[in-house]
C-alpha cells in the first residue's frame, strides 16, 4: 500500500470496531461546525446511523419477510364470505292449471360463506416456503455487506484525515527548521560572513516546503468534505475528528485467519445462501407439477327454490377435488433444466468466492508484513538523516560546508519523517484491511 505526496487522491484500505460518538453543530460565520471531534469509533456508527441506503436495505428485508409470511398462509384455511344482487329479466314463464308457472326469481339474492382447505400438495407449499426464507436470508446477509462497506468507507476517510494531519505537521517542521536557519544565515549575511545567495537558495526550498504543505492542505479539506457527504451533512460543514496514527504491532496466522475469513466474510454467507436458493428452487419445481388435493364447504342462504322462489332458504354445499396435471408442454420438464444449470452456477460462484476471499486474506496479511518493514527503515532512515542534517550544519556553521549540503539534509530528514507517517499508516490500514477480509463484525 501507497500514498503519494501530491494532489492525487489518498487511496487506502481500512475497518475499524465502533463505539460511541456524538455529534453537535453550531453556525460560525455562514459554515456549520460540528463542536465535538469524532473519534474512529464515533465516525463510523454516526455514518452508519446517518445513511439512508442501510434503511433501504432494511426495508427489503423486512419486505422480504413479508413475503415469506404470505408464503405459510398456504397452510390455512381460506375463509371468504360473500353477499350479491341478482336482477334477471325476463325470466322463463310457463303455463301450467290454468295459471302461469315462473321458474325462476326476478331478484336473486345470495348469502355465503366459504371455507377452502388443502389437503396434500405433495410438498409444493413446503418447498415454496422453503425458497421463501432462503430469501429472506439473503437479504439480511446483503444488509451487513452493505454496512461493512459503509463503515469501511468512512474508516477510510477517517484514517486519511489523520495521515493529512501527521504529514503537515511534519512539513511544518520542515518549514520551521528552515526558516531557523534562514535567519541564522541572514545574520552570517549581515557579518559580512557569507552570501546573499545562501540565504535566495533557503527562501526556495521554504517556498517548496509551502507548497507540499498546500497540496496537504487541500487533499485534508477534500476528505473533511467526503466525511460529510457520508454523514450526510451540508457540504460546508467542518466535521473534525480526533485520534493520532499509532504503530500497534500484531502476530498474524495466514491459517487461522483464512479459517475464519470462511465462516464470517458476508460474501461467503451470499454465495451460499444463493446455492441454497438454487437448490430449492429446483426441489419447488419438480414438486410443481405434482397432483394437489383439497376439499371445501360452504354455508349460507339464497332464494329461487320452488315453491316459493322468492323464500329465503339456508343451503350448504362440500366439495372434495382432486388435481392431476397431464400435459404442460413440456414446461416443468424445461423448468427442470433452468434450475439445474441456476444450481450449477450458484456452485460455481461459491468456488469463486472462496478463492477471491483467500487472496483477499492474502494480500491483507502481506500488506501488514511488508509495511512493518518499510517502518523499521523508515526509524534507520530518520536517524540517519537526522545525524547527516547535524553533521551538515555543524560543517556550515564553522565554514568548512556548504549551505546546499544543509537544505538536502533538511530535506532528507522531511522525507524520512513523512516515509514513517506513511508506513505506520499503511501498517494500521493493513490491520484494518485483515478485519475486513476475514469477516470480522466492525460496528456494534
Not at 11 to 28: E, K, N, R
Not at 98 to 127: C, M, R, V, W
Amino acid at each position: 500500500m501507497s500514498l503519494r505526496f501530491s494532489s492525487a487522491a489518498v487511496v487506502a484500505v481500512a475497518a475499524s470496531l465502533l463505539g460511541s460518538g456524538t455529534v453537535h453543530a453550531q453556525t460560525i460565520s455562514g459554515v456549520e461546525v460540528v463542536s465535538d471531534s469524532l473519534t474512529l469509533d464515533g465516525t463510523v456508527r454516526s455514518v452508519l446511523d446517518a445513511n439512508p441506503a442501510i434503511t433501504s436495505l432494511d426495508e427489503l428485508a423486512n419486505a422480504a419477510s413479508g413475503r415469506l409470511a404470505q408464503t405459510r398462509t398456504g397452510f390455512l384455511p381460506q375463509i371468504t364470505g360473500t353477499a350479491t344482487y341478482t336482477r334477471i329479466d325476463p325470466v322463463v314463464k310457463l303455463p301450467f292449471g290454468g295459471e302461469t308457472l315462473q321458474l325462476a326469481p326476478n331478484n336473486n339474492y345470495d348469502a355465503h360463506i366459504q371455507a377452502q382447505y388443502l389437503l396434500l400438495d405433495f410438498g409444493k407449499s413446503d418447498a415454496t416456503v422453503r425458497v421463501a426464507e432462503s430469501q429472506v436470508q439473503t437479504a439480511r446477509d446483503q444488509v451487513e455487506v452493505s454496512r461493512r462497506d459503509l463503515a469501511f468507507n468512512a474508516a477510510q476517510v477517517y484514517y486519511n484525515i489523520l495521515f493529512m494531519r501527521e504529514s503537515i505537521k511534519v512539513q511544518d517542521a520542515q518549514i520551521a527548521s528552515l526558516q531557523a536557519h534562514r535567519n541564522e544565515m541572514q545574520k552570517r549575511v549581515e557579518g559580512g560572513v557569507s552570501t546573499r545567495f545562501d540565504v535566495t537558495t533557503t527562501d526556495v526550498r521554504i517556498t517548496q516546503a509551502q507548497n507540499t504543505k498546500i497540496d496537504l492542505q487541500n487533499q485534508l479539506r477534500n476528505q473533511q468534505v467526503q466525511l460529510a457527504r457520508l454523514l450526510h451533512k451540508p457540504s460546508q460543514t467542518d466535521v473534525p475528528v480526533k485520534g493520532r496514527l499509532e504503530f500497534q504491532p500484531q502476530a498474524v496466522n495466514l491459517d487461522a485467519e483464512l479459517a475464519r475469513a470462511y465462516d464470517n466474510r458476508p460474501e461467503i454467507k451470499l454465495a451460499r445462501d444463493a446455492e441454497n436458493t438454487a437448490t430449492l428452487q429446483q426441489r419447488l419445481v419438480e414438486r410443481s407439477n405434482m397432483p394437489s388435493l383439497g376439499v371445501g364447504a360452504q354455508v349460507g342462504a339464497k332464494n329461487g327454490y320452488l315453491p316459493n322462489l322468492n323464500e329465503i332458504r339456508p343451503n350448504t354445499v362440500g366439495v372434495v377435488q382432486l388435481s392431476v396435471p397431464i400435459y404442460d408442454g413440456n414446461k416443468n420438464k424445461n423448468q427442470r433444466v433452468e434450475a439445474l444449470a441456476n444450481a450449477r452456477s450458484a456452485v460455481a460462484r461459491t468456488q469463486d468466492t472462496q478463492e477471491q476471499i483467500r487472496a483477499d486474506v492474502r494480500q491483507a496479511a502481506n500488506n501488514i508484513e511488508f509495511s512493518q518493514a518499510r517502518l523499521a527503515n523508515a526509524e534507520q532512515q530518520i536517524a540517519q538523516a537526522t545525524d547527516a542534517l547535524t553533521r551538515a550544519q555543524g560543517r556550515y556553521r564553522y565554514g568548512v560546508g556548504q549551505n546546499l549540503d544543509v537544505l538536502d539534509a533538511e530535506t532528507q530528514l522531511a522525507q524520512a519523517r513523512l516515509a514513517r507517517a506513511q508506513a505506520i499508516y499503511n501498517y494500521t490500514l493493513g490491520q484494518y484491511q485483515l478485519k475486513r477480509a476475514t469477516g470480522e463484525t466492525i460496528w456494534k
